[in-house]
Every structure is written in structure tokens, then in C-alpha cells.
């Protein structure tokens, strides 16, 4: 099985910053995409940003120029660095990874359990 593992989450103020990082473990054979989504109650999960190794980053209108997605590779670990944060980025962060488990299959989607983020005016 894979797992992801979330951690960075907390309480900061206003135009605060964070660092959070997903660690991908267990039987793996390749990750495509890693990518943050974020959800708050009564809303829909929505992607902040993802990346594809060596090729590419996407990020959300509401979160360009603050935030920045990097992968590490070799760890399987992708890291979201949330600058200027405000107080309507308060949600549950999610990580999420596409990941092939060995050369006869294709990437499957999985997620992490999600660190709480929260902003304070």
C-alpha cells in the first residue's frame, strides 16, 4: 500500500508563512503528479497547486505569487511553502500523489489525511 503523510500545519497571523510537507511511503514504483488541495466546511475541494517532475507547476489564481510547490525526488516528498498567507487560506490541506506501484500498472490516485492550516485576521 502507499501512503502519504502530511505535516507543517498550524496557526499562524495574518501575512504569516508555513512550509508543509507530504512524504510519500510504501510500494512505489513512480509518482507522476503531487499536488496541495485545500478544503473548508461547506465547500468543495479545490486544487492550490501541483507539479510533474522536471516539466511543470500549477498554481490557483487565488494563490499565485504566495505559494510555491517543489518536489524532492529522491524522497518522494513534495513541500508547499505558503507566503503572505491570509486569513481566507484558513482549510484542511491535502496532499495528493499520482503513483504507479510497479512497471504493470498504471499511476492511482491517493491522498493524505490532511493537516489543518489556519490564518488568524
Known amino acids: 500500500q502507499v501512503q502519504l503523510v502530511e505535516s507543517g500545519g498550524g496557526l499562524v497571523h495574518n501575512g504569516g508563512s508555513l512550509r508543509l510537507s507530504c512524504t510519500a511511503s510504501?510500494?512505489?514504483?513512480?509518482?507522476?503528479?503531487m499536488g496541495w488541495y485545500r478544503q473548508t466546511p461547506g465547500k468543495e475541494r479545490e486544487l492550490v497547486a501541483r507539479?510533474?517532475?522536471?516539466?511543470?507547476?500549477m498554481y490557483a489564481d487565488s494563490v499565485k505569487g504566495r505559494f510555491t510547490i517543489s518536489r524532492d525526488n529522491a524522497k518522494n516528498t513534495v513541500y508547499l511553502q505558503m507566503n503572505s498567507l491570509k486569513p481566507e487560506d484558513t482549510a484542511v490541506y491535502y496532499c495528493?500523489?499520482?503513483?504507479?506501484?510497479?512497471?504493470?500498472?498504471?499511476?492511482?490516485?491517493?491522498w493524505g489525511q490532511g493537516t489543518q492550516v489556519t490564518v488568524s485576521s
Open positions: 507539479t510533474i517532475s522536471g516539466a511543470s507547476t
Open positions: 510504501g510500494s512505489i514504483y513512480s509518482i507522476n503528479v
Open positions: 495528493n500523489a499520482d503513483v504507479r506501484v510497479s512497471t504493470f500498472d498504471y499511476g492511482r490516485d491517493y
